[in-house]
């Protein structure tokens, strides 16, 4: 694994976003594993910002997301869908019908499961995934607990996840109950990962994550395992290393 301090969130977008655009560079039909919230939002602006310069061509890109709220429509604001769209996809020239994510409007948890994991395998798997770190160590929506093995799948979020994301919609009740993800198998196959980690409130559980045992009490310290994984981490996230 290989550690890069950044000084602040936004050197830590910077860096991320160099080593997602050495990817389409070098491989310009590639397939990028992509991630929602607060984490990625500087590296999908700084990315932007390249392609307005005209320094990257996101014609020939196809992107994978790892989650999706189960209920919610591409229309809804929450919806990771409609954040995808608002951050990056309508942002940058990748062609719209090869942006994917499982969707959440599909009722039939098993055929989704099946589908989404079928896509990425006909793909040709992932060649760069970005990741951001829960709280709890929970990458995509694998919560502790989670077993390695699982491929992508529909998930019951915990009370902590539904609390820490019930901010974002009128009350509790509204967030979803469940969400389709990539499991931990589907994101261990990517060729390569990355993972942004900013604040000192990540503090401790990077520090469980990539400096502790590896356990499914803490999903993210699996990573240790991989054989390709950058971790770009802020002076706070880092603090306690
Ligand atoms: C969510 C997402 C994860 C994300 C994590 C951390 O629950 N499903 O993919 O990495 O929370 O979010 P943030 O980057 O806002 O701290």
Redesign the pocket.
Known sequence: MRIYKAKDYKDMSRKAANMLSAQVIMKPNCVLGL??????VGTYDQLVEWYKKGDLDFSEVTSVN??EYKGLDAENDQS?RYFMNQHLFTRVNINPGRTYLPNGMEMDEAAECRRYSALIHELGGIDMQL?????NG????NEPGAAFEKDVHCVQLTET?IN??KRFFASAEDVPKK?Y?MGIKTIMQAKKIVV?V??AD?AEIVKKAFFGPVTPQVPASILQMHNDVTLIADEAALSLI
């Open positions: 991630a929602t919230g607060s984490s990625p790892l989650d990771y990741l951001g770190l829960g709280h929970h990458i995509g929506f996840t820490a994301n969400a993800t942004i900013s604040g990540k």
